[in-house]
């Protein structure tokens, strides 16, 4: 916990000054909710969270940290997957958590441009409400969205259910507005469509992980909602089946909205966990859930007569075929602590190494538990291991290794936090990684963004 009392006490004097004393929480005993991530898998100890309410305040915070050369972890919903929202357990100079959850301004929808401003605290789901109100939509949506904010979604660069048909977080958004580690306030909101100015800098911060400022607000660019949709939870014999039924049952002229998987060691957990029944008549080793945009009286599917099929049609219905997927972090976490490993492979090879994934985890004795959900149409598939001690990352490795080998990518949505810093070797170039140090360095010369993140040392 704290080390160096007088240089805390300063830097504690400070921030009260910055954001008033009920907003700078020093007990262990308030701040637990602070530095222990979702998974239970990474925490650490912090000097102080404090909780800004404006981009003034948390110019203000930045300043005093450093002053006192303190690092800072800027945190949302913390609901991040790979440790970076929290402390490290072995960092040598204890953080300030900085959290955004009081950044909550909302502003109009401009129903012009079909854009809106949002504080980087407002959760993912009150900006779907938000501009729903207007009669917009937003492109981006995932299974933690009553907790994840704006401002976590986009330092990942998050992806989630919708990737296929919006893309993922960075092209959702036009504008940012955040403050550097010495407090100097970048401001980019004015949502101008083109604008060829230089280097984009909302862009670079999009998915930085909170290594190189923290984000106070954010231009996003909204959808017309998708109209009326149906969902076919379809079983499959391997991933090679639920590849090929993704790409010849949309109709054509239809749009696919998403395009999940789950596998059979995922469904009972799910059916466990939601008291629902087994929804096929009979068990596969994969499910393939499919969303389409019906827009007419077909129901935009095609090819599923000899397939052994859910469909729903009707709200209800499609929210119950979606609670198999969407709750499957959930159901992994009744397990313990769980070894996610979010990552990405083009999807010709995906099948293939599907297979050889399972082999190379069969090699970890002390597994007791794997299992695979994710969006198939992405390429992005979530292996979750249950077994070996939380900070014994040898299978996490063969797995990433596998997946490199393939091509993929070691992070498809989730950032690199501190669970995979020190592997971006495995899909990143030596002069790739310079460039990105390069760019930290400048933008934070004390490393006092997030140290850790990304990058191990
Ligand atoms: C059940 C469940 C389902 C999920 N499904 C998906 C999914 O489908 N797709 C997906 O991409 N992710 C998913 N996630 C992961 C997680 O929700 C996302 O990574 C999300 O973007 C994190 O948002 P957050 O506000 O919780 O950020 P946090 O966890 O608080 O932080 C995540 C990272 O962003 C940084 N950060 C947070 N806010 C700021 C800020 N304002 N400025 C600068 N840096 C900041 C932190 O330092 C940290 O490095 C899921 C998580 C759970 C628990």
Redesign the pocket.
Same mark, same amino acid.
């Given at each position: 916990m704290p080390q160096a009392a007088e240089p805390t006490a300063s830097l504690v004097a400070a921030l009260i000054e910055a954001v008033g004393a009920e907003h700078v929480l020093t007990d262990s005993s308030l701040h637990d909710q602070y530095v222990v991530?979702?998974?239970r898998r990474f925490e650490g100890p912090a000097l102080a969270v404090v909780r800004p309410a404006s981009t003034s305040e948390v110019a203000d915070v930045l300043r005093a940290c450093s002053a006192a050369n303190v690092p800072v972890?800027?945190?949302?919903? &913390? +609901? =991040?997957?790979v440790g970076? $929202?929290v402390p490290s357990p072995d960092g040598d100079r204890p953080p300030v958590v900085l959290s %955004?959850r009081r950044?909550t301004s909302l502003g109009d929808v401009d129903p012009l441009s079909g854009q809106v401003t949002v504080g @980087?605290?407002v959760t993912l789901g009150d900006v779907h409400r938000h501009v729903a109100r207007a009669g917009w939509s937003y492109g981006v949506d995932? @299974? @933690?969205r009553d $907790? @994840? +904010?704006i !401002? =976590? %979604? *986009?330092? %990942?660069n998050? =992806? !989630?259910?919708h990737v296929i048909a919006y893309g993922m977080t960075r092209a959702q958004v036009v504008g940012i507005e955040?403050v550097l580690a010495d407090g100097t306030v970048l401001s980019h909101l004015g949502g101008l469509l083109k604008d060829n100015t230089g280097y984009d800098l909302p862009s670079l911060l999009c998915g $930085? #992980? /909170?290594t190189l =400022? *923290?984000? %106070?607000a954010i231009r996003l660019r909204l959808h017309r909602p998708a109209g009326r949709t149906t969902v076919a939870l379809v079983g499959c014999s391997g991933y090679a089946e639920a590849l090929d039924l993704m790409s010849r049952s949309v109709a054509p002229g239809v749009r696919l909205l998403a395009a999940e998987v789950i596998d059979e060691t995922g469904m009972d957990l799910a059916v466990a966990v939601t008291g629902m029944a087994w929804p096929l008549e009979s068990r596969h080793p994969i499910l393939l859930l499919l969303e389409v945009v019906d827009g007419g009286d077909a129901s935009g599917l095609v090819g599923l007569d000899e397939a052994d099929v859910a469909v729903g049609v009707e709200p209800g219905e499609r929210e119950r075929l979606w609670q198999f997927r969407e709750r499957q $972090? #959930?159901a992994f976490s009744t397990l313990g602590v769980i070894h996610k490993l979010d990552v990405s492979l083009p999807l010709p090879v995906l099948a293939s190494c599907a297979e050889e994934l399972r082999q190379v985890v069969a090699a970890f004795p002390e597994v007791t538990t794997y299992g695979v959900f994710g969006?198939l149409a992405d390429g992005n598939i979530h292996v979750e291991i249950h077994g070996p001690a939380p900070d014994d990352d040898a299978v996490d490795v063969a797995v990433l290794e596998c997946i490199a080998r393939y091509g993929g990518s070691i992070s498809a #949505?989730?950032?690199v /936090?501190r669970a995979k810093a020190g592997k971006l070797l495995l899909c990143r170039t030596p002069a790739e990684i310079a460039a990105m140090r390069a760019i930290k360095r400048a933008w934070d010369p004390q490393a006092l963004m &997030?140290p850790g993140?990304i990058f191990s040392s």
């Open positions: 991530d979702w998974a972890i800027p945190q949302g919903g &913390n +609901t =991040g997957l970076g $929202s %955004t950044l @980087a605290g995932l @299974a @933690a $907790s @994840a +904010t !401002g =976590g %979604t *986009v330092a %990942t998050a =992806g !989630g259910i955040a $930085s #992980e /909170g =400022g *923290v984000i %106070t $972090s #959930e969006h #949505e989730h950032g /936090g &997030n993140v």
